[in-house]
């Protein structure tokens, strides 16, 4: 009972470094996200895809770069690290863009110094 | 736009008491309103949505939610609070006419035994 997958759990960066958060379900969705959780801030979109071969900007893009790989999976990358995308990053689902629910994964906690 | 608020950062009941968490929204159409639990290095779980119809909704772990549109109120509810739902609660509204889910802040509830 797999359901979204994400990895790795923990990273710490320095500030100029790139990385790729990964990220894959195996519900046969349509569509996924990625959010990043800031304490007092809730869940804020960074971007979505809302089906394979296809991809959105959502409320806080910059410094994120994207890519659908396939159905399955969709990675997040941060081309140059800054202390402002220490964070924690989760990778959602849902079987479309009008689903009423989403499936979460565990999270990335990323921490730039 | 949207927006949802979620008035107190941290609510605190007694184990076997009530316990309720406020949520407020605006949208400027008709709401679909979701909550959805954290535990500790735990991505968010679905609980209980409103879509349309009854106003009083039940979803898992013995919660409800009671949507009342004349105050754009979706407060979340449990008769008897166990120490185990002591987590970070999060309320999120989407315009029926759009898809972009928008997160809350959260509640974190502290169930003292």
């Known amino acids: 009972n797999a359901g979204v997958t994400q990895t790795p759990k923990f990273q710490v960066l320095k500030t100029g470094q790139s990385m790729t958060l990964q990220c894959a379900q195996d519900?046969?969705?349509?569509?996924m996200y990625w959010y990043r959780q800031d304490p007092g801030m809730g869940l804020r979109l960074i971007y979505y895809?809302?089906?394979?071969?296809?991809?959105d900007k959502g409320e806080v893009p910059n410094g994120y770069n994207v890519s659908r790989l396939n159905k399955r999976e969709f990675s997040l990358r941060l081309e140059s690290a800054a202390p402002s995308q220490t964070s924690v990053y989760f990778c959602?689902?849902?079987?479309?863009?009008?689903?009423?629910?989403?499936?979460f994964g565990s999270g990335t906690r990323l921490t730039v110094v | 736009a949207q927006s949802v608020a979620q008035p107190e950062d941290q609510v605190n009941v007694a184990e076997g008491n009530p316990l309720t968490v406020k949520c407020t929204y605006s949208?400027?159409?008709?709401?679909?309103l979701f909550w959805y639990v954290q535990y500790p290095n735990r991505g968010l779980q679905f609980l209980l949505k409103?879509?349309?119809?009854?106003?009083l909704v039940k979803g898992s772990y013995g919660f409800e939610a009671e949507f009342n549109k004349s105050q754009t109120s979706f407060h979340l509810k449990k008769p008897s609070a166990l120490v185990s739902d002591s987590a970070l609660y999060f309320c999120?509204?989407?315009?029926?006419?759009?898809?972009?889910?928008?997160f809350g802040a959260g509640t974190r509830l502290f169930v003292k035994a």
């Open positions: 959602a689902s849902s079987v479309d863009l009008k689903s009423y629910g989403y499936t």
């Open positions: 519900m046969n969705h349509n569509s």
């Open positions: 895809s809302a089906s394979e071969g296809t991809t």
């Open positions: 949208v400027s159409g008709n709401p679909y």
């Open positions: 409103y879509i349309t119809g009854d106003n």
């Open positions: 999120a509204v989407r315009d029926t006419g759009g898809f972009k889910t928008i």
